[in-house]
């Protein structure tokens, strides 16, 4: 059975041998495909010139040292030229989050994480308007979020968005122009189990959400009556979920390729997790989600999360939009199909030659957020649809 590696010293998981890998990173970062949008080619080619093995903590030093020295840029930049250090430190960030990805499961990594963090807040404090770090008491803890409102809608209009296995907040909220051109606000939350969510992975964890929603409803620039919530990958369970268990507080759900059902049985899972759609690492990344040390306990532990076997896809919810690629490889589209079979109050979009959260080379990321995900969300808070 095979075992997770959590220390230095383990290789990454990866079918591809170590060129494959470096080609395929060059590829993706050449039409900004996940996890590489928004890195340079010219920063790529210095780390992966820098790798030699495929040895996990090589390649998170090779991508930090890049990231290090756009940090060096952006803080001798910050006093003469604030917009310019705002780049550098973007670039910084997402070098250093790469660096840390899929999971932090190694000493350089966990060293890496909170470096990422500091990145992106030095580069959410120069924006206009700037990021919002909002601090949630939650159980004796507290949820650490990312807001930014229009300055000119208040209450403005909101969108949660929620990242998913392997991405974080700063993903999400890295992003946040499109939506206030738009008029909508962001609030940008690492989903249960991952960054600094301070809950757990477990089948009760949405009341962190229901938390969030509390808070919502109490800040007088926020229009509590028109929240989206909007999961990517595997948090669009947790948009799914909470389409039911708080539809009367949401104007809308977005399930952009999540899980809900068929998903976590062991027939699909196990072979789903050497999908040559992930780039590496994705059996670590997802056992350390479910807490578990190997495959064995990942499979017993996984169906216990269906949405239909808890009974949760029942009764009331809240309109949904739901978007995947039929030819997914690491969430099936009969879970798509399972949500738009049990009610009318779903729209669907799926991309017949798309793979995972429906992209495909007619289909990138960008294409889905701007026709499909976008026009919808502003449809259900403007109540045109």
Not at 165 to 191: C, I, N, P, Q
Not at 223 to 236: E, F, K, T
Request: proline share 8%; glycine share 8%.
């Amino acid at each position: 059975m095979w075992y997770v590696p959590i220390t230095t010293g383990n290789p990454l998981v990866t079918s591809r041998t170590l060129e494959e890998l470096k080609q395929e990173i060059e590829r993706r970062v050449r039409h900004g495909l996940p996890p590489l949008a928004g890195i340079s080619i010219e920063d790529a080619r210095a780390a992966l010139d820098s790798i030699s093995s495929l040895e996990r903590d090589a390649w998170a030093q090779a991508w930090s040292a890049r990231g290090d020295t756009r940090l060096e840029r952006a803080v001798g930049l910050e006093a003469r030229d604030p917009q310019q250090a705002r780049h550098q430190y973007w670039c910084a960030w997402r070098l250093l989050n790469f660096a840390r990805w899929p999971v932090e499961n190694t000493p350089f990594k966990k060293y890496t994480y909170p470096r990422a963090l500091a990145a992106f807040r030095n580069y959410g404090r120069l924006l206009d308007p700037p990021v919002e770090m909002v601090r949630i008491p939650f159980e004796n803890e507290v949820i650490v979020g990312y807001l930014r409102a229009p300055r000119a809608r208040t209450p403005a209009p909101l969108v949660i968005g929620v990242s998913g296995l392997d991405s974080r907040k700063e993903d999400v909220a890295g992003h946040g122009d499109a939506y206030l051109a738009r008029g909508l606000a962001l609030l940008a939350l690492d989903m249960p189990g991952t960054g600094e969510a301070p809950a757990p992975l477990g089948p009760k964890a949405d009341r962190m959400f229901s938390c969030v929603l509390d808070y919502i409803s109490a800040r007088s620039d926020l229009d509590a009556a028109r929240v989206v919530v909007q999961g990517r990958s595997w948090s669009g369970y947790w948009a799914a979920k909470l389409a039911y268990t708080e539809h009367a507080r949401l104007s809308g759900a977005v399930m952009h390729g999540g899980p809900i059902h068929h998903y976590f049985q062991p027939g699909w899972l196990g072979p789903s997790l050497e999908s040559h759609e992930y780039l590496y690492d994705y059996l670590p990344a997802t056992a350390r989600l479910f807490g578990a040390e190997n495959l064995q306990q990942l499979l017993a532990a996984a169906p216990a999360y269906s949405l239909l076997d808890a009974g949760v896809l029942e009764g009331a919810r809240a309109p949904m939009l739901l978007v995947n690629g039929a030819r997914d490889s690491q969430v099936p589209i009969a879970d798509l199909e399972l949500l738009r079979e049990r009610g009318a109050a779903a729209e669907a979009w799926v991309n017949p030659d798309g793979g995972h959260m429906g992209r495909s080379a007619d289909w990138p990321p960008k294409r889905i957020f701007d026709e499909v995900l976008l026009p919808w969300m502003l449809a259900r808070v403007n109540g045109t649809r």
